[in-house]
């Protein structure tokens, strides 16, 4: 077994069933073909023929294509085989339908919209006529059921009471006027129940369906423990009638009224059950107030009364029967969530997505030679064996071949907007005169930023202290698993907070990854200590969310939560301002009014800012002064390039969060023209499967005719409308009204943008999607899908209108973005496309546009580093030319992509841990290292060990005198353990002029021995002598 997202292996197994690939038999897709060519397509509209053609094809071939499951029923049916459903995989199922009525109405409903849909598309031309219909209908649904044991249950009201009827018959009749069949006929019976009083693992489950006492109602002390009461089946017209069953009561984490209702329980002679995966925990919080219990792993039999029992292990949801004195609590009950199972995950290469994937034609930045067109692997003879090369293509015909352990050296270029750069040419020092001229202007965005650097390090802040048992209780009650990245980030952000450093850490994470309980945990730790917190956000609507959030989140602690923005009155906001001079307040989540002059705070201490691009340029500069001391934490799901560009030259610390929540699907993202039949179809299908809808429309003006020609469009669905010019008060009344579910469509401008986490809306629909930017489209995006339902995006554009070369860049981008944790590459995407000119200025653009985002950017931090005062040698400076045979053969690595994606990632490896934990990945996802591979991990723990080592080159020489030799040539302020040398190569050894020389053995086994020996020798001493260096300090004593 192997993780897909990290392909190491997890495990092994003994024995596995090898099962087809798809659920659809595409061994019959011959037959089925032949079938669809005999129907009358001459009524599909062009463009449809060209693709039903090309489809058809494809079956026939016994392809898999994107509709398959359109075609699914030809398939089964030319195998002779009846369409197979979820019964058909259980052995004697009973299935239990809840609210008969309620089911066979949603029957109706999907065979009405089915129908409806089918003829529209066959009326529009996009399906031929006499299509078959693919879906199970009323009546064969029915007919299906007839052949298994159902169970029917439904609520009646007599005399106020609310009972639940268990084997209720089930209301079977045909829709009215449906010709296909008569299905009054149909008519599964329930399963009948009675009362059986016997030995069993039941806990009484109902009541008594006649007038005569049952002894299970009043339970007699003196019965054993074991005697239970079970239901089994009677007669066809039995129903039997639960009552007293009642919910159990929520806590949401108040441990103190759990322990006094369980106080009041006991006392009663009530038993009481929780089970909770957190039980050993629960025990100690319960000895805490004087009550000592130990839990359990099971429980084989009724507990006697009365008493209390924890039970280790997890259940749906707790009930209470005061006549059975009994009281049934779980996860939901005590704390307000059920705590997911923790599986056993692999941390993903954080950094292996960061690296821009590169396609033949692209335009790339060599750092010592330029600009220059990349075009591909290519594979050469040289000494010691076959390798590969990046073959990069430069002015006229100069080429130059990159060995692949130096493509560290090479990256995408990303220009200032629509820049096409000109090819350098090889020689002549053009390039070198370009890149010092660079280097001399990036010196005084250096000195700017060593300012800023200075502002932090002299800067105080308070540090907090470790976790406290609180800290834990609220992580503990997360209803969700956490992965490995969002661990990491809330790491990260603690260990900042404990420092006096001032924190200024940016937490990126795509939608819905996870950032928002990672600001959680963070104020929480800040207001345990005495300190406020304030939360900025772009929007009223995400700040009324995170109200809601951070509220419940913490409800279960004396924490005061408030909310500053318009959707408040002036009396509220003006008790929320005083409670923050007074401290009564400790958590403020507000919009911009935050940053208002009257806003003051008794003892801030942690600022959190989710989307700061989403402020304007007064808004930064009044953050710019709440940033002075104290700890600042951003959130963001695509970072501006300005961000990105503080967070890779060191301005900011970044945690990257790229791994999705457990069952999360990515989002069917669906690129086409406008077209009200597909608006109409996408809606209903997702209203019929209980959903709700986002229709994104940004234009005011026009906004609430879109809802009435929705409304016309569709009748049958319920629409409102949200923008953020509405009165506050109406604005509020529509988005909780939609996201408690009493609206099926939400028509709304960009208010959705930021952070609205509504699980039940997975389709949304923009219109006009041209109009808006790569990182607002992916945005957007991101608010649906949030749960494991499959969701869907349609960006719609007008038909009639061209797109410009930008819009329809970024609507490919935003098509091809489609695999979950994509913010990242989408923000450099964006980068890509709008250009890297407004980062520093329009001087400091035409400087990026000579030598590209990423080399800027490199030269920027070493330029900082170099002022700082701190040693650099830029890893680009080294060279190692060694006769090793160092590739990755096709046999090994296939696929040409993905063996530059991997090569790329080990030219970054820095140490040798770093080579070693990637050997041991390689030999685990492709197998025994075979030669060539063998001599390129020797090669990268080379390069590792000289780097540690500050030496430049490593190289084969053929001395007149002393024969081959290995020359190791070192910075200045690196000498040699010359008794090392000596004891292993005596005279031979030479060091001189700030080189290292030693004999090359024949052996390849023993040179390389002998490289390892002469690199351990070498010490970076901590200042370099005044006079020339390491020949005058490492000259060995000639006898």
Known sequence: MFDPVTQRSTGTLEVFQLAPATEFPLWNGAAAAAVLNALDCDTLRPEVREEWDWQVRDLEGGAFFAALPFFARYLIDAGGHRPGWLLDYLPDPLVIIDEPRTVLDSLDDLDQHTRERRDRLMGNGSIPSGFAAAWHDRASTLRRLADVATMHLSYRTPGG???????????????????EEDATQVHP?????????????????????????DPVLEPDETRPAAETTTLVPVHPDAAIVLTEFEMAPTYGGRIKDVVE?????LHARNRVVIVSQQASRLAELYADHGLDIAPVETLERQPTRPSLTLVQGQAGEGWVHDALGLVVLTDVEVFGWARPRRPVRRRRYAKESFLGELTVGDMVVHVEHGIAQYQGLVRRQAEGGEREYLLLQFQGADKVYVPTDQLDRVERFVGAGEHVPALSKLGGGEWERAKNRVKQSVAEVAQQLLVLYAARDVAQAHAFGPDTQWQRDLEEAFPFVETADQMQAITDVKQDMERTKPMDRLVCGDVGFGKTEVAVRAAFKAVQEGKQVAVLVPTTVLAMQHFQTFSRRMQAFPVKVDVLSRFRTTREQDAVVAGLVDGSVDLVIGTHRLLSKDVRFRDLGLLVVDEEQ????????????????VHVLTLTATPIPRTLHQSMVGMRDMSVIETPPEARLPVKTYVTGQDESLVREAILREVDRGGQVFVVHNRVQTIHAVARKLGKLIPEVDIT????????????KVMVEFSQGSHDVLVCTTIIESG???????????????MFGLAQLYQLRGRVGRSGQQAYAYLLYDPARRLTETAEKRL??????????????????DLEIRGAGNLLGPEQSGFMNTVGFDLYCRLVAEAVEELRGKRTIPATDLTIDLPLGAHLPDSYVGDGDVKVRLYRRLATLETEAEVEAARVEFADRFGILPTPVADLFFLLRIKALARARFVRAIETQDGVVTGPELVLKLSPFVVCDRVALYKAFGTRAVVKGGQVRIPRATSAEKWRRDLLVALDSLRVIEAAPASAGISSVAQPNRP
Do not use: C, Y
């Open 812 to 829: 490919r981008s935003i098509f091809e973005a489609t695999d979950l944790g994509a913010g990242f590459r989408i923000a450099m995407k």
């Open 756 to 770: 609205l986490d509504l699980p039940n809306v997975n389709t949304i629909i923009v219109q006009d999607a041209a």
């Open 189 to 213: 019976d329930p399963l009948p129940l009675q009362l059986h009083h016997g030995q069993g693992e039941g806990w009484g489950q109902t009541a008594a369906p006649t007038d005569a006492p």
């Open 721 to 732: 409308v949200g923008h953020g010019q509405m009165d506050e008060d109406e604005l509020e």
């Open 161 to 179: 009471s609310t009972e639940l009827v268990v084997g209720a018959p089930l209301p079977v009749t045909a829709p009215d006027g449906d010709p």
């Open 614 to 629: 989403r402020f304007g340029v007064t808004h930064k500069e009044r953050l710019k002064q709440l940033r002075n001391d």
């Open 261 to 265: 209702m369980s106080r009041r329980r």
